[in-house]
């Protein structure tokens, strides 16, 4: 690990940091799955990003961040590297393949906050919400998918699709009755499920 570097082990549900807290390191994920939830000051809380293993995040505390702005939460249990801010500077300047590392990670999720974008400014509920299963289940990423994926509440992925959980019970009933999805043992997301992102 080195100087500034340390392995952390979170139990699901278990806040990593929280919004407004000070932004003083950069995470890796090693294992699990880790949410990024952001509240208004009204109270409103929204889902803006689902993270897995091979993921980055609090990045923007080398962006000169002071606080953070959102809070990172354990959507299982999840292990990973602690780097703080410091060394993470010091392994971008002093190692080349690192950096080459971090800044392609940082372009490909600059993508996908535009397809993000694409998605929730044209797309239907359900296919938005057929796509975040999709991803959540790692379709279309390097490595094998994950067909039984965490469970999630209604809510929780009312939160991130932008409806409310009646909508996402709705059309994940009929996900199942179509055999895009099933329940045994968790959810599964089969690859079937990709007919209705590509459906036109």
Do not use: W
Not at 22 to 51: E, H, M, W
Not at 69 to 92: H, K, Q, Y
Request: glycine share 8%.
């Amino acid at each position: 690990m080195g100087a500034g570097r340390s392995t952390r082990v979170h139990a699901k549900t278990e806040v990593i940091f929280s919004q407004s807290s000070p932004a003083d390191a950069v995470f890796y994920i090693r294992k699990g799955k880790v949410k990024l939830t952001v509240i208004s000051r009204r109270g409103k809380q929204a889902v803006i990003a689902i993270l897995g293993i091979g993921d980055f995040f609090g990045e923007g505390c080398l962006a000169g961040q002071s606080v953070r702005r959102s809070t990172a939460s354990a959507i299982n249990d999840c292990s990973l590297v602690r780097v703080e801010r410091a060394a993470a500077a010091a392994v971008i300047r002093d190692e080349p393949a690192f950096s080459k590392l971090f800044i392609r990670y940082l372009l490909a999720r600059n993508l996908r906050i535009e397809e993000d974008l694409v998605d929730h400014l044209f797309n239907s509920t359900e296919k938005r919400l057929a796509r975040v299963l999709l991803l959540l289940a790692n379709f279309g990423k390097k490595g094998k998918p994950e067909p039984v994926i965490p469970s999630m509440s209604f809510e929780s992925l009312a939160e991130i699709v932008g409806t409310t959980p009646a909508r996402v019970s709705l059309f994940m009933k009929r996900f199942h009755t179509l055999g895009f999805i099933g329940y045994d043992g968790g959810l599964e997301v089969h690859s079937s499920l990709l007919n209705i992102v590509l459906r036109d």
